[in-house]
Nanobody
Framework: QVQLVESGGGSVQAGGSLRLSCAAS????????MGWFRQAPGKEREGVAV???????YYADSVKGRFTISKDNAKNTLYLQMNSLKPEDTSMYYC?????????????????WGQGTQVTVSS
């Protein structure tokens, strides 16, 4: 049974930083790709960042240079460091893991989702 539990969301002012964490279980964690998505009210869920098992990373254009995805294989934990936050980054952020037939993004097929953690950035 795959479980993904996010934490670290909150409210910050523009220009601030947050670090999201995702505790994962049910996988041989080091051998899979993992990712972060976000969804604002009334909008579709969009990819934010993905990290592959070889350590390669990919980012949405809107967050390049500001966000960093990483993982600690020993702790089975995925992170998203978010710096220089903007009001348009306000969203529910979801951790995602692969599953057959899942949503494709940068070479990973995401089919398992966490419950989400809210990030609110005020101007």
């Amino acid at each position: 049974q795959v479980q993904l539990v996010e934490s670290g969301g909150g409210s910050v002012q523009a220009g601030g930083s947050l670090r999201l964490s995702c505790a994962a279980s049910g996988y041989t964690y080091s051998r899979i790709c993992m990712g972060w998505f976000r969804q604002a009210p009334g909008k579709e869920r969009e990819g934010v960042a993905v990290i592959h098992d070889d350590g390669s990373t990919y980012y949405a254009d809107s967050v390049k240079g500001r966000f960093t995805i990483s993982k600690d294989n020993a702790k089975n934990t995925l992170y998203l460091q978010m710096n220089s936050l903007k009001p348009e980054d306000t969203s529910m952020y979801y951790c995602a893991a692969p599953a057959p037939g899942g949503r494709a993004w940068y070479g990973c097929f995401f089919g398992y989702w966490g419950q989400g953690t809210q990030v609110t950035v005020s101007s």
